[in-house]
T-cell receptor, first 112, second 111 residues
């Protein structure tokens, strides 16, 4: 898969504030996936975006795939303490083997 | 389904000892991945298999690391001899499409 750069590396917010993490690539991505890893836990699949300009929502989470399919974002509205963890974007390279290239992750801390 | 099962959950060993990590993928999944995660280096792909065949082991750090998948329901990652810098959390993941399902991981400490 293509390299994906993720920013910011860390984000500290007060509970109730919004949060956004961005995933960028210099080349067109076939798709983008988002995973969440709670502290001490393992990465868990959240969603996959495939289409240009696609927007999907899961409760307070909004996922977007850019029109050029070179970037993606995850936005959390009104963060809660349960949102803490590391959020990874990942790209599947289009092979049949399911290999993913992960971004570096954004570590979210939510202060109550 | 019980998900991807890894054992042991924690391993503490002394430098120079052999360490074997085990993974049982989700039944029916045809790809299996071994990752290592540290604060310094993040999540690194070590090796992955498709239909029990190793496809890419370019992420394996050294010859001290080896992995096998003798059948569709079992894989091992072996480190021999282990070194303190191998201390990390090792994850196994399986997939049948692009979506990967991770095990709970093995936290390895090499003293």
């Amino acid at each position: 898969g293509q390299q994906v750069m993720q920013i910011p590396q860390y984000q500290h917010v007060q509970e109730g504030e919004d949060f956004t993490t961005y995933c960028n690539s210099s080349t067109t991505l076939s798709n983008i996936q988002w995973y969440k890893q709670r502290p001490g836990g393992h990465p868990v699949f959240l969603i996959q975006l495939v289409k240009s300009g696609e927007v999907k929502k899961q409760k307070r989470l909004t996922f977007q795939f850019g029109e050029a399919k070179k970037n993606s974002s995850l936005h959390i509205t009104a963060t809660q303490t349960t949102d803490v963890g590391t959020y990874f974007c990942a790209n599947a390279g289009g092979t049949s083997y399911g290999k993913l290239t992960f971004g570096q992750g954004t570590i979210l801390t939510v202060h109550p | 389904d019980a998900g991807v099962i890894q054992s042991p959950r924690h391993e503490v060993t002394e430098m120079g000892q052999e360490v074997t990590l085990r993974c049982k993928p989700i039944s029916g999944h045809n790809s299996l991945f071994w990752y290592r995660q540290t604060m310094m280096r993040g999540l690194e792909l070590l090796i992955y298999f498709n239909n029990n065949v190793p496809i890419d082991d370019s992420g394996m750090p050294e010859d001290r690391f080896s992995a096998k998948m003798p059948n569709a329901s079992f894989s091992t990652l072996k480190i021999q001899p282990s070194e303190p810098r191998d201390s990390a959390v090792y994850f196994c993941a399986s997939s049948i499409s692009d979506i990967q399902y991770f095990g709970a991981g093995t936290r390895l400490s090499v003293l």
